[in-house]
């Protein structure tokens, strides 16, 4: 089953311009990781946040976690066409096991 | 060395018969994972190996799924009597699996299963 939940399901913007997704989950969790993935294939790893952090920066990269709402939003700041791609946030709970949502793909207009 | 590899990259077959998809995670990574990604949805856990056993097989949807790791490295997802529901891009990942450690998964380039 999907915990998370990206919002929204896709974002079209002009290259230059930031993107912002959001992520809401059910349970407690241990992190919440970004993940981005190309043409329904390739996850790659962009940013993990531990349950205690607030927000965390990587590059052009913003995350915040909001645990008392159960909430993370990616901020991609200054858009590049090869940013286009699906994003997923995906929570780990006590375990090593990672529950995903359904993924907001983001199209970056040249 | 290089990431987490996986073969076939694409395996069609037809209903009813039985498919083997292989892993092969980045060396020196204990802990190994299944994922299996349907169109339009992220990725659903299917099992996660830490070292030769299988920690949590939870996320296999029923018997016909079965997956090994007999020496603690290459892992094979085997599917029986495969389905058309069975269609999907399975995916691997493979982690330090330390304790405490951030447990970042590095995830292969999927195998797309297609079941005529």
């Known amino acids: 089953s999907q915990q998370g939940e990206e919002d929204p399901q896709a974002l079209s913007i002009q290259e230059g311009e930031n993107a912002t997704m959001n992520c809401s989950y059910k349970t407690s969790i241990n992190n919440l990781q970004w993940y981005r993935q190309n043409s329904g294939r390739g996850l790659v790893h962009l940013i993990l946040?531990?349950?205690?952090?607030r927000e965390k920066h990587s590059g052009r990269l913003r995350v915040t976690l909001d645990t008392s709402k159960k909430s993370s939003s990616l901020l991609i700041t200054a858009s590049r066409a090869a940013d286009t791609a699906s994003y997923f946030c995906?929570?780990?709970?006590?375990?090593?096991?990672?529950?995903f949502g359904k993924g907001t793909l983001l199209t970056v207009n040249p | 060395g290089a990431g987490v590899s996986q073969t076939p990259s694409n395996k069609v077959t037809e209903k009813g018969k039985y498919v083997e998809l292989r892993c092969d995670p980045i060396s020196g990574h204990t802990a190994l994972y299944w994922y299996r990604q349907s169109l339009g949805q992220g990725p659903e856990f299917l099992i996660y190996f830490q070292g030769t056993g299988a920690a949590d097989d939870s996320g296999l949807p029923n018997d016909r799924f079965f997956a090994v790791r007999p020496e603690g490295s290459v892992s094979t997802l085997k599917i029986q009597r495969t389905e058309r529901g069975d269609s999907a891009v399975y995916l691997c990942?493979?982690?330090?699996?330390?304790?405490?450690?951030?447990?970042?998964?590095?995830f292969g380039p999927g195998t797309r299963l297609t079941v005529l």
């Open positions: 995906a929570t780990r709970g006590s375990n090593y096991k990672l529950t």
């Open positions: 990942a493979s982690s330090q699996g330390l304790a405490g450690g951030s447990n970042e998964q590095f």
């Open positions: 946040i531990r349950s205690n952090e």
